[in-house]
């Protein structure tokens, strides 16, 4: 049993190093290579393993979880959370690439153009920062010149407009949704009925507004109905 365990550890502890190694890049999008050397990654590490029965099967189970546990505790600490998961690496500052970082970080200036791209923003001199995160996300601080305009900008105030909240979802009834806003089934029946539809099973989706109960309702067919 403790050798089992202390093989368990061992390839646990390699697999996150070598996952580690292959950089931020492979958290954040899949490539063909990437998949495939992850697949052979886990398959190997496994094959090393012999599990002997549910009891051996079970213990490991136990210990990899108290690991993963263990280490995302570690990562509440800032001296080791660099270790753990890493830090933010900057790959645009002021609209100019840092070419060191990306080469560092293993990720190509194709993969960070369409990031970036995804995010709305295709001038990168409209970028103040683009930063790829410990998790593998890009994060992309934009110019004050190249934000969105928002109506506090313009000097607008506008009224809170409600939060759609699903009550029919493929013909279910979202009861605990409906006890948020206070209803019950004989009330949505009736906003079903005067949005000109008869039975919950026809509709797709219905959707009631928080702040003044507003229905609307989509059959997922291209008929739509309101009340």
């Known amino acids: 049993m403790l050798l089992f365990l202390g093989t368990l550890l061992v390839l646990f502890a390699v697999t996150v190093i070598v996952v580690r190694f292959m950089g931020k890049s492979a958290l954040s999008q899949f490539t063909p290579h990437d998949l495939i050397a992850i697949f052979f990654i886990i398959g ?3 094959s ?4 002997e029965g549910i009891f051996q099967s079970s213990i490991g189970i136990v210990v990899v979880i108290v690991v993963h546990i263990s280490l995302s505790k570690l990562s509440l600490y800032n001296k080791l959370n660099k270790l753990v998961i890493g830090e933010p690496t900057i790959f645009i500052k002021h609209g100019k690439l840092i070419r060191a970082n990306l080469k560092k970080s293993r990720f190509s200036l194709s993969e960070l153009l369409a990031s970036i ?4 923003y295709a001038d990168i001199s409209n970028i103040q920062y683009a930063i790829l995160e410990p998790s593998g996300d890009i994060s992309v601080l934009p110019n004050e010149n190249a934000m969105p305009v928002t109506p506090n ?3 607008y105030q506008l009224e809170y407009q409600g939060t759609p909240i699903a009550v029919i979802v493929e013909g279910e009834i979202q009861h605990r949704n409906l006890e948020l806003i206070h209803k019950d089934r004989d009330w949505l029946m009736e906003k079903v009925q005067a949005a000109g539809f008869t039975k919950v099973n026809d509709i797709f989706y219905a959707s009631v507004r928080d702040n003044d109960h507003s229905f609307l309702v989509d059959d997922g067919e291209g008929k739509h109905g309101s009340s």
């Open 44 to 46: 190997l590490a496994m």
């Open 48 to 51: 090393v393993l012999e599990v």
């Open 117 to 120: 791209r995804s995010k709305g």
């Open 153 to 155: 900008m313009l000097g």
